[in-house]
């Protein structure tokens, strides 16, 4: 399609929070200060804060998934070779 992109992480590697003089921090922060266009994350508009000063996009997938699973038994640290003399 002809276009450059690059990724970018927050410093802080946070969403956003609001800060007391209305600046963001995190991805919202990026954003806001127009230091990235857009953000590909589970950021919704949880907050009427963030809706105020960003666009959003409709969610497309939004799921919660929790794996519960046996632990496997300890694996010894050593083992024991057995020399078989006949």
């Not at 007391?20 to 990235?36: F, I, K, S, Y």
């Not at 996009?57 to 919660?64: C, G, L, M």
């Amino acid at each position: 399609m002809g276009f450059l992109y690059e990724l970018m992480v927050p410093e802080d590697g946070l969403f956003g929070n609001r800060l007391e003089d209305g600046n963001w921090t995190g991805v919202v922060g990026l954003l806001q200060r127009n230091e990235a266009d857009m953000a590909f994350s589970y950021l919704s508009a949880k907050s009427y804060e963030r809706y105020l000063i960003l666009d959003f996009s409709t969610t497309y997938s939004s799921q919660v998934q929790t794996f519960v699973t046996e632990m496997p038994p300890l694996v010894p640290k050593t083992t024991v070779s057995c020399i078989l003399l006949i």
